[in-house]
């Protein structure tokens, strides 16, 4: 199986990547400017090959090259975010941290998919794009966090619609939820080891036939409520 990862140079990419990797298959890891751990699975396993990608940005011809005729899996992981919990309150929260976590979180998701749809496998292609409880309305009791839940949230809406109009095509979209994992982007203070939150990930992706696509799916099986 040919996997796609973005965001795989560290926290839960970097897990993906390991998993896929362990589990036989190719995996095609997108970085953006530094590919830190990677680099050393690349002298570990001949099925990894790197890829330098802001998915901010339109894919170059030679990334494009680079890729294979058909892809298996896309993993859309790569995200953002933004200013510390104080800085996204109702307050202090800017519209330029709201553009810039939206970017990240939820139009690049949508160009990574724009970009590869064609090479998506017919019937039997995934795309699972990682997205989080905080973007779900019926979950937030808390408030705050404008931005990232908002596009969090905006993330969910556009891949049901994936699923809408890509089912036709035999492709499958699940939105998940790994959790909230010790990674750096939470200074390490998550309850969910990495690898415990990508097992239980990969887990729903191997069987995504048992899941409405378009599903909001938690780590541990969990459907999660808009």
Not at 39 to 49: P, V
Not at 111 to 134: W, Y
Not at 185 to 192: D, R
Not at 210 to 216: L, T
Request: hydrophobic share 40%.
């Amino acid at each position: 199986m040919n996997v796609l990862i973005t965001g795989a140079g560290r926290g839960i990419g970097l897990g993906f990547t390991e998993y896929y990797l362990k589990h036989g298959h190719t995996v095609y890891a997108c970085y953006r400017t530094e590919s830190g751990k990677l680099t050393t699975l690349c002298d570990q396993y001949n099925d990894l090959n790197l890829l330098q990608w802001d998915v901010t940005r339109p894919a170059s011809d030679s990334l494009l090259q680079s890729l294979p005729g058909h892809i298996d899996l896309i993993i859309n992981n790569a995200g953002i975010y933004g200013p510390k919990k104080d800085g996204q309150s109702l307050q202090k929260v800017t519209p330029e941290a709201m553009h810039e976590v939206y970017e990240v979180d939820c139009i690049a998701p949508l160009r990574v998919v724009q970009t590869l749809q064609e090479k998506l496998s017919r019937p039997g292609g995934v795309i699972a794009n990682i997205s989080s409880k905080m973007g779900s309305s019926g979950d937030n009791t808390s408030g705050g966090t404008y931005a990232y839940r908002a596009a969090k949230a905006a993330l969910v809406i556009i891949s049901k619609s994936m699923a809408v109009d890509l089912q036709p095509e035999g492709i499958s979209v699940i939105i998940l939820h790994p959790g909230w994992v010790r990674t750096d982007m939470v200074g390490l203070t998550g309850l969910v080891d990495v690898s415990e939150s990508v097992a239980g990930m990969s887990g729903i992706i191997e069987n995504i036939e048992n899941y409405e696509s378009g599903a909001f799916v938690a780590f541990d099986g969990q459907i999660v409520p808009y």
